[in-house]
């Protein structure tokens, strides 16, 4: 069983930065693939970015990309996602999940993702 545990959610205003970090067993990167996601009120949980098993290859969202950063620690324990730049439009619950068993092809869809931390809000202000 694998626990996710999220943190360094918080209040910033438009411009600034946060980094979320994703706490977790030590994952073989060849195997697992781990990404963020997230969900604003109404609205469907979406792909923010994921590093690829096998290659450690970053992915993200076109809404994301050039101001967010995807990255993992050399003891393989902790995922982190650096946010540069936020907009008010960033503001959501940011969770983290892995899994062993994507294809490249599903890593964007929420569904295929066996394990999901608890989630920490990010809320930006204009």
């Known amino acids: 069983q694998v626990q996710l545990v999220e943190s360094g959610g918080g209040v910033v205003q438009a411009g600034d930065s946060l980094r979320l970090s994703c706490a977790h067993s030590?994952?073989?990167?060849?195997?697992?693939?781990l990404g963020w996601f997230r969900q604003a009120p109404g609205k469907e949980r979406e792909f923010v970015a994921a590093?690829?098993?096998?290659?450690?290859?970053?992915y993200y969202s076109d809404s994301v990309k050039g101001r967010f950063t995807i990255s993992r620690d050399n003891a393989k324990t902790t995922t982190y996602l650096q946010m540069d730049s936020l907009k008010p439009e960033d503001t959501a619950l940011y969770y983290c999940?892995?899994?062993?068993?994507?294809?490249?092809?599903?890593?964007?869809?929420?569904?295929?993702?066996?394990?999901w931390g608890q989630g920490t809000q990010v809320t930006v202000s204009s």
């Open positions: 590093l690829w098993r096998s290659t450690g290859r970053a």
């Open positions: 999940a892995a899994d062993t068993n994507l294809i490249l092809s599903s890593m964007r869809t929420p569904g295929q993702y066996d394990y």
């Open positions: 030590r994952l073989t990167l060849s195997s697992w693939t």
